[in-house]
C-alpha cells in the first residue's frame, strides 16, 4: 500500500476543509499528516483510515522540526505540501533534497508562477526563494478547475497541475425553510471580515438604502470575525448604526465564528453573497479572483446548495455560473434585494440548476481524483 505525506507545518486554519479533501482523496491509502495540533484535532479521520499525524509544537522551530521527520517522509511515496508562508530556508535545506515525489499545493498562483520583477531587494530576495522551492517540486494541486485551466492556458509550467477541491463535497446540504414569512430572508457574506479582499461599506449603504425604502424582512449576515484594519471600525459604525435604526438587521461578529455556528448560519441563509474585489494586491503581487486565485464561494454554493449574489467582475467557479445573481451598480444590487424581498426572486428557483451544477462538478471531481491516482502510482 502506497504513503501519502501531507506537509502542512505552517498550517493555515482556514484551510482545513482543504485538507480534509486531501485526506479524503486518499482514504483508502496509508497517509502521514506532518500539522499542528488544531488541525489534527479538527480533521475528521474514517473510522478504519491509516492516517497517522506528527504534530509541530508551537514553540517547535521550523528547523528542527523538519530535521525531526526527514526519516518518516523518506518513507512515503509522495509528499504534498502546503504552500509556504514562511520557513523558506528550513524547507530547502531539508525537505527539498529528500528524494520523494512532491506535489506543492498553490493558493496565490501568480504570486509563485508570475511574480512582477521588482527592484526592491525585499521582493527579490523571496521571488528567488520561491524560484528555489519551483525547481525542487515535481507538480502542482490547485484548489478549482478555473486556477488550473487559467495556469494551463497561460502556459506558466510544463510541470503536471491537478486539482484538489477545497471541500470534498462529500456531505451536500439542503435545508428549505419551512415559513419565510416568520422569518427574514437572509442573505450571508461568508469569511473573515477582510477590507482588503471585500468591499463591505458598498454593501452596508445598499443595504441601508433598501432599509430606508421600507423593505424590512431581509436580514444581512456578515458571517466572520471583523478583522482590524483602518476600515474596521467604520464597518462596526455602519452595523451598529442599522441596527439602532431598524432591529437587528446586520448580524457580525467580534470574535472567531466556530465551525458549528458557522454550518448552521449557512444552512440557514437563504441567498450566499459574494463582495470580494476581483483584484488582490499584497506584498507587491497581484492575484485575479476566479483565475490565479480561488475565494471558496463556489464550494459552498455547492455544498449548502444557495445561489448566490456576485459582482459582475468577479468570475465564478466552473458548474456554479447558473446559480448566481449579478449586478454591476448600486442600483442593480439594490433592485436585486428588493425582488428578493417581495419574492420576485427566490431561492427555490435556482434549485435545478444547482442539482445540475453539482452533479457536473462532482463527476470532474472524480475524473481529476482518478488522474491524480494514477499519478501516485507512476514511478
Sequence with gaps: MKTIGILAPDSNNNHLSYYQSIVDTYSSYRIMVFTNTWIRENLVIAEHSQVRF?????????RNYFKSIQSEIKKLDLLICEELYTAFIPFLLLVCPI?????FSLHDVNKWLLPPCYLKLKYLYYNILRRRVISNIDGFIVISPNVKKYIIDAGLTQKPVFFIPFNSLNKVVYEKKQDCRKNPLRITIPGSINTLRRDYLFVLNVFEEVLIEGIHNLELVLLGKLINSNDSDLIREKCNSINNAYGQRVRYWEAYVSPEEYDLYLKETDFLMSNNNPIYRHSGYLEIYGLSKETGIGYLMLKYMKPCIIAISNIPMLCTKRQTLTYSSKDELSDL????????????QFHKAIIEGHTSFMQLINSERAALINYTWDE
Design 54 to 62: 506528527i504534530l509541530k509544537y508551537e514553540n517547535e522551530t521550523f
Design 99 to 103: 528524494k520523494v515525489k512532491k506535489l
Design 337 to 348: 434585494l428588493v425582488q428578493i424581498s417581495k419574492g420576485i426572486i427566490t431561492a427555490e
